[in-house]
């Protein structure tokens, strides 16, 4: 299985901050790579399909960027409701694989 | 607008099985495979597998879960479901269908839209 590995684990920034996330695979994935958002008791949600993809509804501060194992999604500034715990997901081969996440708390 | 509704919270006996619904609406059942995924409280996500919901319902488990869980549907209501054996506490878990796209290469596994979870609960 391919792993996916998140850095960091945990960060806590400020309303307006600009907020990178870091995802790197133990292969290479090409643009494989899907972006989640998932908030306390619900769901995630898909923010980002094949690396920088907007997925339709999301708002345009959200972006992707990386292709073969390093991959970065980028907050260009955030809001409050941007709170919440990313991951990242590759979708190069079965099993479909996910980071640990990364949690964005309030400094 | 679509919609994935699951069914309600559940508690059960290790060595239970448990089966889990997920009821789609507000787009055409048939045109997207359906995926399970599940997540361990205050942990990450793991993939569980895949149905289709047209040709025969054919599936595609991760090795972890193969012989534990059975994924089915039912045309006439929109409706998957997921099974799973032999519970253990370890399986403690909130479980989500998601809609997948309409293929089913790996390049297709990615979940547009997803149920709000069932919680079980796997205790003595």
């Known amino acids: 299985d391919i792993q996916m590995t998140q850095s960091p684990s945990s960060l806590s920034a400020s309303v307006g901050d600009r907020v990178t996330i870091s995802c790197r695979a133990s292969?290479?994935?090409?643009?494989?790579l899907n972006w989640y958002q998932q908030k306390p008791g619900k769901a995630p949600k898909l923010l980002i399909y094949a690396a920088s993809t907007l997925q339709s509804g999301v708002s345009s501060r959200f972006s992707g960027s990386g292709s073969g194992t390093d991959f970065t999604l980028t907050i260009s500034s955030l809001q409050p409701e941007d709170f919440a715990t990313y991951y990242c997901q590759q979708s190069y081969s079965i099993p479909p694989t996910f980071g640990q996440g990364t949690k964005v708390e309030i400094k | 607008q679509m919609q994935l509704v699951q069914s309600g919270a559940e508690v059960k006996k290790p060595g239970a099985s448990v089966k889990v619904s997920c009821k789609a609406s507000g787009y055409t059942f048939t045109s997207y495979y359906m995926h399970w995924v599940r997540q361990a409280p205050g942990q990450g996500l793991e993939w569980m597998g895949i149905?289709?919901?047209?040709?025969?319902?054919?599936?595609n488990y991760a090795q972890k879960f193969q012989g534990r869980v059975t994924m089915t549907r039912d045309t006439s209501t929109s409706t998957v479901y997921m099974e799973l054996s032999s519970l253990r506490s370890e399986d403690t878990a909130v479980y989500y269908c998601a809609r997948g796209m309409s293929c089913s290469s790996p390049s297709c596994y990615r979940f547009d839209s997803w149920g709000q979870g069932t919680l079980v609960t796997v205790s003595s």
């Open positions: 292969q290479s994935i090409s643009n494989y």
């Open positions: 149905i289709n919901p047209i040709i025969g319902g054919n599936t």
